[in-house]
C-alpha cells in the first residue's frame, strides 16, 4: 500500500484531473454544464443555464432520450425510461383530471422503495404539485403531524402507510389514495386515474420558481421541520452531483480505464430521504442509470442483486457498504462491475474505509456530504483522494458549491479553524415550512446554510467534521469530539456499529458512554472493549461505560443513529 506522501501525490492529481474536466463542461461555449448567475438572498451565485430546468421538462427530455433502456427493476417487474415515463404522464393526467390538483397543491407521498413511488413522484411533479415526502417510517400519529402541518390535501400511500393514517385516530383532512406495490404498477396506481385522467390530460406550465417539494429534517433535536424547495434548487443540486460523476468518469476514462458496463446503481436508502431523491433518483434521469429496488436492506441480498444487474454504484450509510466488505460469503458473488462504493448520512470511521478498498477489489470507497436544507450538495471525497484523507468528507462539490467555516454570528474563520461548517449554493431551499424564525435562524447574513456540524478546513479546501454542536461532549471543561470516540472503537475486529454520547455526571457535568452492537459470530466484553482503547485515545475521552447490546442501533428516517434515543434509554442507568 502506497505511504501517506504518496498518496497525497495521487489525491492531488485526481483533484487537478477532477477540476479540469469540470472546467471543460462548464467553460467551453458547447460544454455540457455551461453556467449562468442568478440572485438569491442578494448574493449573485452560480446555476447551469445548459439543462432542462423543472422537474418535468427533465423527465420529458431524459426519459425520451434514453428510450427503451432499462430504467426501474423492482422485484419481477422491469420497466424502459419510456414505460415509465408513460405511466408517470397517465397518473399526473389523474391527478390533474380526476382530483382536481393544481399547482402549488401539496401532495404527500408515503410508500416503501419502489417502481410506484417512484412513478407517484414524477406524477405529482408533473401536476404540478409539491411533493411532500412523508417518511414512511413514521407510524400513523406522526404521519398525520406532517400531513396538517403542510396542509397536503391527498396523499398517496401504499397499504402500510395507508393504514397507519387510518388507524391513527387523527383527522388530518387529506384525502386518501392507495397504490399496490405487490402487482404490475399499471394494475398498482390504478387509483389515480379512477375519476378520470389520462395522458391527453393538459397539465400545467411549470416554471423554475414554483416549489416543487418538501422534504422532512431527521428529527435528532427534536420536531421534524418540512423543507420547502423550488424546482431551481431541486434540479440545480440534481445537476452539481451529474457535476462530480462525470467528471470522475472523464477522469478515468483518459487515464485509460472508461467504464464497462451501463450505470446501475442499487435502492436501499429511503426514497424519501435527500440522498436517495437528488443523488440516487434525480441524477438517474440525467446520466441514463438503471435503478434497482431493495425494500429492505439484507447484505447477501444486496451481493446477489450486484452480480445478477451488474450494479456499478452503490450508496448506503456506512454500515451498509462495511457489512459488504466484511460478509463471511463476499467471495460467493462476482462484485467485479461494482466501482464506487458512496457513503452519505455520516463519516465513515478510517478503519472503514482502509477495509472497503481492501476487501472490496476494484471498488473505491466515496463519501458524499449534505443537508436536507441543502438538497443534498455539499462535499464530496472520491476514491484515491478519499484513501489519502479518509477522516476527511471531501471539498466542496464544483461548479456550483461554496463551503465556508464561520462563527457564531456567521462571520467566515480562516483555514485550520474550527467552527460551524455552512453550505452555499443555488440548490439551498427556500426555507421551513410555516417556520419563519427557523428559516431565519438557518441561514447566515449572506446566504450560507448553518449545517450544525462542528468542522474546519484544511489547505486544500478538504473538510473535516469534528461533532455536532449540540453533541459535543463537555467533560469537566474539556471538549470531547463523539466521532473520535467512535472511530476508536470501529478499530476493534469484533464492532458492528456504536454510538458515543455524553451522559450526566454529577461531578464532571457529562461524560462518554457508548453503546456497541458487535459483529455476527464474535465475542468482546465491555472491559476488553475498554483495554483496547488505552493506547488509542486519551483517558478523559474514553467512555465511562460501555454497554453491549444485542441488537443493531436505533435509526432516524435518514439512517443516522439515533443518538437522542439512546440518550433517553440510558439516562436512567447512571
Not at 482502509?354 to 443534498?376: D, F, S, W
Request: net charge negative; glycine share 10%; aromatic share 8%.
Amino acid at each position: 500500500m502506497a505511504d501517506i506522501s504518496e498518496r497525497q501525490d495521487i489525491s492531488a492529481r485526481l483533484d487537478r484531473e477532477m477540476d479540469d474536466a469540470i472546467a471543460r463542461m462548464t467553460a467551453a461555449p458547447d460544454g455540457l454544464l455551461q453556467l449562468g448567475t442568478i440572485e438569491q438572498r442578494g448574493v449573485m451565485l452560480p446555476y447551469v443555464v445548459s439543462a432542462p430546468q423543472t422537474l418535468p421538462a427533465l423527465f420529458a427530455t431524459y426519459c425520451a432520450h434514453y428510450g427503451d433502456r432499462e430504467f426501474l427493476v423492482d422485484g419481477d417487474e422491469r420497466l424502459t425510461f419510456v414505460q415509465a415515463y408513460a405511466a408517470a404522464r397517465r397518473a399526473a393526467g389523474g391527478l390533474v383530471a380526476g382530483y382536481g390538483v393544481q399547482k402549488g397543491d401539496r401532495i404527500g407521498l408515503a410508500a416503501r422503495n419502489g417502481a410506484g413511488w417512484v412513478i407517484a413522484y414524477m406524477a405529482i411533479c408533473m401536476a404540478g404539485g409539491i411533493a411532500t415526502l412523508l417518511n414512511g417510517w413514521w407510524g400513523g400519529n406522526e404521519l398525520a403531524e406532517a400531513v396538517v402541518e403542510t396542509g397536503c390535501s391527498i396523499v398517496i400511500a401504499d397499504g402500510r402507510r395507508h393504514a397507519a393514517l387510518a388507524e391513527c385516530g387523527v383527522a388530518h383532512g387529506a384525502r386518501m389514495i392507495r397504490i399496490r406495490q405487490t402487482v404490475a404498477t399499471s394494475e398498482g396506481l390504478a387509483e389515480l386515474t379512477e375519476f378520470g385522467g389520462d395522458e391527453t390530460t393538459p397539465l400545467p406550465d411549470v416554471t423554475p420558481q414554483d416549489d416543487a417539494t418538501i422534504l422532512f429534517t431527521s428529527g435528532s433535536t427534536g420536531r421534524s421541520k418540512g423543507a420547502l424547495s423550488d424546482h431551481c434548487a431541486v434540479v440545480q443540486g440534481t445537476l452539481n452531483f451529474v457535476s462530480a460523476t462525470v467528471s470522475v468518469l472523464d477522469t478515468f476514462t483518459r487515464r485509460g480505464a472508461p467504464p464497462t458496463h451501463l450505470p446501475a446503481t442499487l435502492v436501499c436508502v429511503p426514497l424519501f430521504h435527500v440522498t436517495a431523491e437528488i443523488s440516487v433518483l434525480l441524477q438517474s434521469f440525467f446520466i441514463g442509470r438503471k435503478l434497482v429496488m431493495m425494500a429492505k436492506w439484507d447484505a447477501e441480498d444486496a451481493m446477489r442483486l450486484i452480480a445478477r444487474e451488474q450494479i456499478t454504484y452503490f450508496i448506503g450509510v456506512p454500515l451498509m457498504s462495511y457489512e459488504l466488505a466484511t460478509h463471511p460469503k463476499r467471495g460467493s458473488y462476482d462484485l467485479s462491475t461494482l466501482k464506487d462504493v458512496a457513503s452519505g448520512g455520516a463519516p465513515r470511521p478510517p478503519e472503514q474505509v482502509r477495509r472497503i478498498a481492501e476487501e472490496l477489489t476494484g471498488a473505491y470507497p466515496v463519501i458524499g456530504y449534505g443537508l436536507t436544507e441543502t438538497n443534498a450538495v455539499g462535499c464530496g471525497n472520491f476514491r484515491d483522494a478519499y484513501l489519502a484523507k479518509p477522516a476527511s468528507t471531501g471539498r466542496a462539490t464544483k461548479p456550483l458549491t461554496e463551503v465556508a467555516i464561520v462563527d457564531p454570528a456567521g462571520g467566515h474563520l480562516p483555514i485550520g479553524q474550527t467552527g460551524e461548517i455552512a453550505i452555499r449554493s443555488v440548490a439551498n431551499i427556500k426555507g421551513y415550512w410555516n417556520r419563519p424564525e427557523d428559516t431565519a435562524a438557518l441561514f447566515t447574513p449572506d446566504g450560507f446554510v448553518r449545517t450544525g456540524d462542528v468542522g474546519y478546513m484544511d489547505d486544500d479546501g478538504y473538510v473535516f467534521i469534528v461533532d455536532r454542536i449540540k453533541d459535543i461532549i463537555i467533560r469537566g471543561g474539556e471538549n470531547i469530539a463523539s466521532p473520535e470516540v467512535e472511530s476508536a472503537l470501529y478499530a476493534h475486529p469484533s464492532v458492528q456499529e456504536c454510538a458515543v454520547f455524553g451522559q450526566s455526571d454529577a461531578r464532571l457535568g457529562e461524560v462518554p458512554v457508548a453503546v456497541v452492537h458487535l459483529r455476527q459470530g464474535t465475542h468482546a466484553t465491555a472491559q476488553e472493549l475498554g483495554d483496547f482503547l488505552i493506547t488509542r485515545l486519551a483517558a478523559f475521552k474514553r467512555p465511562a461505560r460501555i454497554w453491549i447490546v444485542p441488537d443493531p442501533l436505533p435509526r432516524l428516517g435518514t439512517e443516522k443513529v439515533d443518538k437522542r434515543a439512546l440518550k433517553e434509554a440510558y439516562a436512567i442507568t447512571n
